[in-house]
């Protein structure tokens, strides 16, 4: 599984599944027609690996033409539209997706993603709801359904969730910087520094994680400390 972590906002950071679903039973029945959806999509699949986006979407974009009730293709161009920042195309992509298949919590979680970046919590929870339901064991919407709470101002709700989340992959350090801004916005700087050290522990490329902590350290007083993570942070590629 493929998982990629995005910056949505300061201290945020977000997970998204990418083309990891099979292709579902709403495939064309047509032998040649099957192979040739598969070929399209290992295609843009490959495009997208080598970041070739144009290419990629237009190759989504014939295997939808071709199977249109693949959901698997819709997801797959939605992903890729959704990296180029175009996020309200990307909601109607995996909005296609998750009407032809319900049940599938990649695509619910992707959709919940994609609400989130365009700055729509309160439909991301709606989605991701679903999205913990059916996934179980999987992390990802709890994540997700999380941030959606923080964005909300639902603070224990969000709490909550990564603490679950957590329960199911406590070597996640995108988690523990999540859980770090909800501590911080509940003023428990101490544990918000806690959750950042943990995450660096894990990951010392988690450029949000060095912000968030600068922003600790000068609350607290502590401006040296702030520089360097500042630095560190704008080393990793902090804008």
Known sequence: MTVIARRVSHGTLILAILLVA???????????????????????????????????????????????????????RGYVKGQQGRTSDAVQDFSEAVQRHHENWVYRNNLGV??????????????????????????????????????????NEALADLNAALALDNRNAVIYANRAVVYALQRELLSAQQDLERALAIDKTIFQAYESR??????????????????????????
């Open 22 to 76: 099979t292709a579902c039973s709403t495939l064309p029945t047509d032998q040649l027609s099957q192979d040739r959806l598969a070929m399209l999509l290992a295609q843009g699949k490959q495009e997208f690996r080598d970041r070739d986006m144009d290419r990629a979407i237009l190759t989504f974009t014939h295997a939808i033409e071709l199977a249109p009730h693949s959901a698997e293709a819709w997801n797959a």
């Open 114 to 155: 994609a609400y989130l970046a365009s700055g729509d919590p309160a439909s991301a929870l709606a989605v991701l709801d679903k999205a913990v339901e059916l996934a179980r064991t999987n992390s990802a919407p709890l994540i997700h359904r999380g941030l959606a709470y923080r964005h909300l101002g639902r603070l």
């Open 214 to 239: 600068g922003l600790i350290e000068m609350l607290t007083g502590r401006f040296d400390l702030a520089a360097k993570d500042f630095s560190q942070a704008i080393e990793l590629g902090a804008t």
